[in-house]
């Protein structure tokens, strides 16, 4: 079915059947992934843009087959290098819905400056965080949120994980990010409002992803986020960083989710000095280029 968009052109509702991979899923059974892809595509489908204006980035582990395993453009980058390729990418086509798509590992251990920087410059993309608390990729090493104590095949017995957790909204709301928000992957209808919302803000928006990683953390499975999830209040007040950072830390018996911080401010490209016209469109002349590097070498 045919619609028209927001700047008089025309396109083709994204039906479900539209986004099939492909090739065959490969995530374990039981993994919180199958909920985050289907929570995804539902916001695909309900984004009034065509196939074409979507762009997934994402880095390694399995949090990184996403773009594998949904029929749109995607860029499967190097380890922790996701936002860097998506800042790029947004500044170069800025028509572009681009999303990424990270785990615990990616973007909070080598990703995490990568992701501090986009947060503190703005830049317009939604950063999907999944977070299991474990390295499934490479089978059961400790990551950056495995809690004290975790015991895993790098933190064996009788200490395990010798230090706290990264708190990852935490670390968003400090760096700048204007849009904080945490969903579950056994919340389909919630994960994908807080996708579209996270989608249309103009600016950085970072959405962490409780999902279980049932064979490498079985602790942190389907029933230990059912029994402590809960939406946060009506009276909760988005707009106040202040009552945000209080709430990122709150994860124990209790497990608040949905819209943290919500802010509108300039994002980057706004204020970045580009060519006129959009940067996709633009050319440079090969030949003068080459010129001045005969020049530079001696």
């Known amino acids: 079915m045919d619609y028209q968009t927001a700047r008089g052109g025309w396109c ?60 749109l453009n995607g860029f499967h980058t190097l380890h922790g290098r996701a936002i860097p390729v998506a800042t790029g990418a947004h500044v170069a086509n800025t028509d572009l ?39 499934g990729l490479t089978k059961g090493q400790y990551s950056p949120t495995s809690p004290h104590g975790f015991v895993s095949k790098t ?23 204007t849009f904080v928000a945490r969903g579950f992957a056994g919340d389909i209808k919630q994960l994908t409002e807080l996708i579209v919302d996270a989608v249309k803000h103009p600016g950085f928006a970072l959405v962490e992803l409780m999902q279980p990683c049932v064979v490498f953390n079985p602790k942190w499975g389907w ?15 988005n707009k106040s960083k202040t009552a945000a950072l209080e709430k990122s830390f709150e ?19 706004q204020e970045l000095q580009l060519p006129e016209g959009r940067l996709r469109d633009h050319t440079n002349d090969r030949e003068e280029i080459q010129n001045i590097i005969d020049e530079m070498l001696v």
């Open 12 to 71: 083709t509702m994204i039906e479900r059947e539209d986004l099939e991979p492909p090739q065959e899923i490969q995530w374990c059974p039981g993994c919180g992934n199958f909920g985050i892809l289907r929570a995804l595509k539902q916001a695909v489908m309900e984004l009034s843009n065509s196939k074409h204006e979507f762009f997934l980035v994402s880095g390694i582990g399995q949090s990184g087959k996403t773009p594998h395993f949904i029929n």
């Open 97 to 135: 819905k681009v999303i990424v798509h990270g785990g615990d590992g990616d973007l909070l251990g080598e990703g995490l400056g990568h992701l501090m920087h986009a947060a503190r410059r703005n830049v317009n993309i939604t950063c999907l965080l999944h977070n299991n608390g474990v390295y």
């Open 155 to 177: 933190s064996p017995p009788p200490t395990g994980v010798p230090m706290d957790p990264v708190n990852p909204l935490g670390v968003a709301l400090i760096g700048g990010a």
């Open 223 to 237: 029933d230990f986020f059912r029994e402590r999830v809960y939406k946060l209040e009506d009276d909760y007040d």
């Open 251 to 269: 994860f124990g018996d209790r497990i608040p989710t949905g819209v943290f911080y919500k802010q509108e401010k300039t994002h980057f490209v």
